[in-house]
């Protein structure tokens, strides 16, 4: 726990910082994304597949930077893009002096990119909304307290294991612990909101809760398939920049995509 004060401190910093200043927002999720996709290539090739390290990273950085400057990219283009990545991918692969894992190689690399760069730029999209500040600090509010609500509740009372073969620390009583703990801070923040309304903030909160544990049970998963206890060793006591975000990352596209799509 000691270990954890000091990177959570600076952690909350940056992330209070990157909420309220735009430019820091794209910084940020720019480098948590590349720092994150480097852990996760990094914990698919220790089970033996070799990745495109370097196209995934570029391609990886290049979502968030152009949603952060808003360039306009149609379904056509977007298309377009997709098809190249994966033409450049194949030509890659046709480059090994070894035929081996190579569709693993690649379909591990576009998975990559879409479940962390993809899924965690929708914070940058969140950020631009009307009363994005006010958005996107709830959204990381209600996600990160589940996730503290259930290490501590957990800790303190954790018996009964929640899901052994994926993570056999976590329990049914920190999960429920974490839930709660999401539900009344975001209860608590969702007063400063004004362009939802009580029964939706309510909704929205118990989704979120939920979908948060999942996000991390999700990252449990690939650690677990992987070997890994963690994603990596950047944040003592906490991990790697994976093992922070992982939430976050099913999160921010339910959030946004309600904001947008269901109302």
Request: charged share 15%; glycine share 8%.
């Amino acid at each position: 726990m000691n270990k954890r004060i000091v990177p959570a401190i600076i952690l909350i910093f940056t992330t209070i910082l990157s909420v309220v200043y735009y430019p820091l927002c794209g910084i940020f999720s720019c480098l948590f994304i590349i720092a994150g996709l480097y852990e996760f290539f990094y914990m698919v090739e220790k089970k033996g597949v070799k990745l495109f390290k370097i196209l995934g990273l570029l391609v990886g950085a290049l979502i968030p930077i152009t949603i952060y400057f808003r360039i306009p990219i149609n379904e056509g283009w977007q298309f377009l893009f997709v098809v190249i990545a994966i033409f450049i991918l194949f030509l890659l692969e046709l480059t090994k002096k070894e035929t081996h894992h190579s569709v693993l190689s690649i379909s591990a690399t576009v998975f990559g990119i879409i479940y962390i760069s993809w899924c965690f730029s929708f914070l940058i999209r969140i950020r631009q909304l009307p009363e994005g500040i006010m958005l996107s600090g709830f959204l990381i509010l209600v996600t990160k307290s589940s996730d503290m609500g259930a290490y501590l509740w957990g800790k303190k009372f954790g018996k009964t294991r929640l899901l052994k073969r994926i993570s056999p620390k976590k329990s049914l009583e920190g999960a429920v612990g974490g839930f709660f703990t999401s539900l009344v801070v975001g209860l608590i923040f969702s007063i400063f909101i004004t362009s939802i309304t009580v029964w939706e903030k309510f909704f929205l909160i118990i989704i979120l809760a939920i979908i948060a544990q999942l996000g991390d049970l999700f990252e449990s998963l690939v650690k677990r398939d992987c070997r890994v206890k963690d994603s990596g060793k950047l944040l003592p006591g906490m991990g790697g920049i994976l093992d922070v975000i992982d939430s976050l990352i099913f999160t921010a596209p339910t959030f946004y995509l309600y904001l947008t799509m269901m109302r």
